[in-house]
């Protein structure tokens, strides 16, 4: 394909941090992007060529956007798959990656079934709509992580339930129907991002490991400090999963390393993954870059790693809603090994991501003392006023 620039305009279904990410990667590409949101002034606004203010299952918003633009993507699940596709046909442009995929990993027992079909590792799991059923799967699998089957995120939609006592109330907390899943002693979780570009073309970039709290991603580890063979397994299941998925673009691939080095999948997103942030410093090209590379179809940039990395996120640590004011940031302005983004939300809620630092080393940089470099950074600020 020949390529001139300025190049196309992209656009982008959600105006949240990873389309505000995007909007700052190809910039320098002479790529234009415009974002579809329902928030006015979204994260992204700042960064990018426009803002088409809508809900993102708006007919005539999602066809606006369809119509003003070359190719298109999304940066959230809550995009309509049928919609994006008809928006596609009508305008004749193309989406990517394949509303269909977007369509089965939309609800997370679909994905996990199509996963398991495909012959792809996963946790035991099984459908649950009753509190009754529920409490005969808690004594089974003696005790699961219950997960809303659409629309959970950062820690919402997701129930750990251990004793049957409990299956009503975890139940009604995520919303009716749901998936249990085996709760796993697992040694550590991991991710892969990995990468679909034209041709069938496949990527990865280095394992990732991503250390939780409360369901909540609090850190990324790059590399992950795993045994090179839970790792050349991880990256083996990740090539099964991107084989399996349709469609071009980066996808963030969750996984679990169990107790006996064995790599089951978690869970899909088909974007660009907070799990991925550190590929903005510490690779060679940044997962938002290669996405909408690869959404495009221009040659995909190289996954390497250029330096060992550690991200860790800038959480909401308050107690109630308010104005966002992070404190404390010279802190990591005046590190030389640290780079600070932030996301442009204009409030601040507990446990709300707001924005993530990375720590950079050289080759020879111990992971561990990274992590604590990172975590001391991170907890020098705050959006507490006291």
């Known amino acids: 394909m020949s390529i001139t620039l300025p190049g196309p305009t992209l656009g982008v279904v959600g105006g949240g941090q990873l389309g505000r990410m995007m909007g700052e990667a190809v910039a320098r590409l002479g790529v234009e992007v415009v974002v579809l949101d329902p928030t006015p002034e979204c994260p992204a606004a700042p960064v990018v060529s426009d803002q088409i203010v ?16 070359d190719a298109l993507t999304f940066e959230i699940e809550l995009a309509d798959p049928d919609l994006l596709a008809e928006a596609s046909a009508e305008h ?51 005790g699961v992580m219950l997960k809303a089957r659409e629309g959970g995120y950062d820690g919402r939609g997701n129930v750990p339930v251990e004793d049957p006592a409990d299956a009503a109330d975890a139940l009604d907390e995520v919303g009716g129907d749901a998936m249990a899943e085996e709760l796993l ?18 990527r990865t970039y280095p394992v990732t490991e991503t250390i939780h709290r409360e369901e ?15 790792v050349a397994e991880a990256e083996s299941v990740a090539g099964d999963v991107l084989e399996f998925l349709d469609g071009r673009g980066v996808y963030g691939i ?57 991200t860790a996120n800038a959480l909401g640590d308050v107690e109630e809603t308010g104005p966002a004011t992070l404190r404390g940031a010279e802190s990591v302005l005046a590190a030389p090994d640290a780079d600070l983004h932030w996301y442009g939300k204009e409030d601040v809620r507990p446990l709300r991501k707001m924005g993530h630092l990375t720590v950079t080393g050289d080759g020879e940089s111990d992971r561990d003392a990274l992590l604590s470099r990172a975590r001391e950074l991170r907890d020098a600020t705050t959006f507490r006023g006291d």
């Open 54 to 69: 809508g809900d993102f299952d708006d007919p005539d918003a999602v066809h606006e956007l369809a119509s003003r633009v």
């Open 92 to 142: 004749d442009v193309p989406v990517q990656p394949d509303p269909a995929t977007l369509r089965t990993i939309q609800d997370k027992l679909v994905q996990k079934e199509a996963l398991a079909d495909a012959g792809i590792p996963v946790p035991e799991f099984v459908a649950v709509a009753t509190a009754e059923g529920l409490e005969r799967v808690v004594e089974e699998f003696d």
């Open 185 to 202: 002693d697992f040694e550590r979780e991991i991710a892969v991002m990995g990468l679909k570009g034209a041709d069938g073309e496949t």
């Open 216 to 230: 909540i991603l609090r850190e990324s580890v790059a590399p992950a400090r795993a045994d090179d063979a839970v």
């Open 254 to 310: 969750e996984l679990f390393e169990t107790r006996e080095g064995d790599v089951l999948v978690n869970e899909i997103a088909p974007r660009p993954h907070n799990s991925g942030h550190w590929t903005i410093e510490g690779a060679r090209t940044s997962q938002f870059e290669n996405h909408v590379r690869a959404v495009l179809g221009w040659p995909l940039g190289p996954t390497d790693l250029a330096a060992p990395a550690v």
